[in-house]
């Protein structure tokens, strides 16, 4: 299974980010991944699939899931659906920090999960709308779902294994963005290792112990979600692509690319052009 860290940007003038699910339309998996920013799910319509530390978590209209920092988790979006996607910088709940510097909130539902699906749905219709006063309208309905956050769903004891856990995933995320800065290039785990201060056998069973996958298949995976992004955005020719991101050649690329989504790459341009 492959991973990877994602650097979250809020929106300008907000302390968050709010937008659609870009696997709205189907025909979607993201390979596990985390981030430091809590990341809420809420959908109105259609069905996901999420997978957070190894549970699998099925969503249906009118559920939301909360994913907090450093939670590998993966997403599955067979078809078509309507989700809005709120993330929140983790930095927002620095004052209910426990001891261990971590704030944690459940999976579990409550019986507020309705109010945080309804104030979510309202966040984005008024950001659509920018009707006068809108700016306002917005942020107090993000800070009483914040408030909902850490007076309902907040986690107060953490135990020391998801502490160790989250300061291993923290450190890797430092090195997940550097290999995300630098993925056309070959960096070996050597290198890598000694770039930052590691052993190669050390780094290696971190990424395997923390992150569930090897060094190689991970750097593969970055490679794979940058090409498919060009794929889909520009005319440019497979075999370019394939080299312009690391690939050794058109059918190594082809090869990692009907792994994850069962068709050629060409054929995926084709479906998602059409």
């Known amino acids: 299974m492959n991973f990877e860290h994602e650097l979250i940007v809020p929106d300008q003038g907000f302390p968050f980010k709010l937008f659609l699910f870009e696997g709205k339309d189907g025909g979607?998996?993201?390979?596990?991944h985390w981030h430091r920013?809590?990341?809420?799910?809420a959908l109105y319509e259609g069905e996901l699939t999420f997978h957070v530390n190894d549970e699998k978590y099925p969503l249906h209209?009118?559920?939301?899931i909360l994913l907090n920092s450093n939670e590998v988790h993966s997403i599955s979006s067979p078809r078509p659906n309507r989700t809005i996607v709120l993330q929140i910088p983790l930095s927002l709940f620095e004052n209910y920090y426990t001891d261990e510097g971590l704030v944690?909130?459940?999976?579990s539902p409550r019986k507020q999960d309705g109010q945080i699906m309804e104030l979510i749905g309202e966040m984005y219709d008024a950001m659509q709308g920018r009707e006068t006063g809108y700016e306002w309208k917005v942020q107090s309905e993000f800070f009483a779902l914040i408030y909902l956050l850490v007076t309902k769903y907040r986690k107060e004891q953490v135990s020391p294994e998801l502490v160790r856990r989250h300061r291993k995933m923290t450190r890797l995320s430092v090195i997940t963005a550097y290999?995300?800065?630098?993925?056309?290039r070959e960096i070996s785990l050597e290198k890598l290792a000694d770039i930052f201060g590691y052993s190669p056998a050390y780094l290696s069973r971190m990424f395997r112990k923390y992150a569930g996958t090897n060094y190689k298949s991970y750097l593969q995976s970055v490679r794979l979600e940058n090409a498919v992004e060009e794929l889909v955005n520009t005319d440019s020719t497979i075999s370019d692509i394939a080299l312009r991101h690391g690939f050794a050649n058109s059918k190594s690329f082809s090869g990692e690319f009907r792994k994850k989504y069962g068709i050629m790459p060409s054929e995926y341009r084709r479906?998602?052009?059409e």
Do not use: A, M, Q
């Open 28 to 32: 979607y998996v993201r390979d596990r």
């Open 37 to 41: 920013s809590i990341e809420i799910f």
């Open 61 to 64: 209209p009118g559920e939301f």
């Open 104 to 107: 944690l909130f459940t999976h």
């Open 179 to 184: 290999i995300r800065d630098n993925y056309t």
């Open 271 to 273: 479906r998602k052009t």
